[in-house]
C-alpha cells in the first residue's frame, strides 16, 4: 500500500497520472503499442491497455464501455491513484464517452483524449448491422441520448485529436466534441493516427499541460508527416 501511495504521489507531482488506453473496432491492445512506448518514454509510469472484447462491435457501446469502466476501477486501486487519464482511438472513443457519462467516469479521469471518435456517428456504420455498428450511425439513439446531457463530462477535461481527411468517420467532423479542446491534424489514414508523430506528441501534451487552455487548436508550426514520437 505504502508503495502504491508513493508511485501516486511521484506520478501525481509529475503531471503524469495513471493512463487507460483504449482501442477501436477490429483492433487490439497491440495496435496502441506506438502509444503506450510513447507514453512511457516520456515518463508515464502506469499506462494500460484495454483489450475490449468483442472487438468487431458484435457487443453495444454501453456493455463495452462496462469493460473499460473494470480496468479504469482496476488501474486506481493497483496505483493507489483517485484519477486516472483516458486516452482512446475511434470506436474506444465512443465507449469511453460513455463510461464517462453514464458509468460514473467522470467521478474517476482527470483528462480523457479522443483521437478520431465518431461522437455525432459516421456513414461507417451502416455497413454493419450488429449493435456496436448501430450505436455508431449518425443519428443513433445512443448518440442522441449522450449529447442530450447538459454537463456531460463534470470536471474532467476533454481534448479532441482528428484528421479532416478520415474516410472511417464519415463525416470526419463528427471527431468534433462540444467542450473539448481540439486539434485537427491531416493524417492521410485513419489507423496512421495511432502512429504519426504530430498525433503521439499532441497525446503527451495533452496529458502534461497545466491547464486545458494551454493547449493551443493547432501546432504552433506546420510539420511534415512523421511516425515517429520525436
Do not use: C
Not at 496505483?79 to 472513443?93: E, K, P, Y
Not at 451502416?126 to 449493435?131: M, Q, S, T, V
Not at 478520415?166 to 471527431?175: G, V
Not at 504530430?198 to 496529458?207: F, M, P, Q, T, Y
Amino acid at each position: 500500500m505504502m508503495k502504491n501511495q508513493l508511485m501516486h504521489a511521484t506520478t501525481a507531482s509529475r503531471g503524469r497520472l495513471p493512463v487507460l488506453l483504449v482501442h477501436g473496432i477490429d483492433d487490439d491492445a497491440r495496435s496502441l503499442a506506438p502509444l503506450a512506448d510513447g507514453l512511457t518514454r516520456a515518463g508515464f509510469q502506469e499506462v494500460r491497455p484495454v483489450e475490449l472484447k468483442p472487438n468487431n462491435g458484435a457487443a453495444p457501446i454501453s456493455v463495452l464501455a462496462e469493460q473499460v469502466a473494470e480496468a479504469a476501477n482496476n488501474l486506481r486501486s493497483r496505483t493507489g491513484s483517485a484519477r486516472v487519464d483516458v486516452v482512446a482511438f475511434s470506436m474506444g472513443a465512443l465507449v469511453s464517452r460513455y463510461y464517462l457519462q453514464r458509468l460514473e467516469g467522470r467521478n474517476h479521469v482527470r483528462r480523457f483524449v479522443s483521437i478520431s471518435g465518431p461522437h455525432e456517428g459516421t456513414l461507417m456504420g451502416w455497413l454493419r448491422a450488429n449493435p456496436g455498428a448501430r450505436d455508431m450511425r449518425p443519428g443513433s439513439e445512443l448518440l442522441r441520448a449522450l449529447a442530450a446531457d447538459e454537463a456531460p463530462f463534470g470536471d474532467v477535461q476533454v481534448f479532441t485529436l482528428w484528421t479532416p481527411l478520415d474516410l472511417m468517420i464519415l463525416p470526419a467532423r463528427s471527431s468534433q466534441l462540444a467542450g473539448a479542446r481540439e486539434r485537427t491534424i491531416p493524417v492521410i489514414l485513419h489507423p496512421l493516427m495511432l502512429r504519426d508523430g504530430r498525433v503521439l506528441r499532441s497525446v503527451e501534451e495533452a496529458l502534461t499541460v497545466e491547464r486545458p487552455e494551454d493547449f493551443p487548436p493547432l501546432p504552433a508550426r506546420p510539420e511534415p508527416p512523421s511516425l515517429t514520437w520525436r
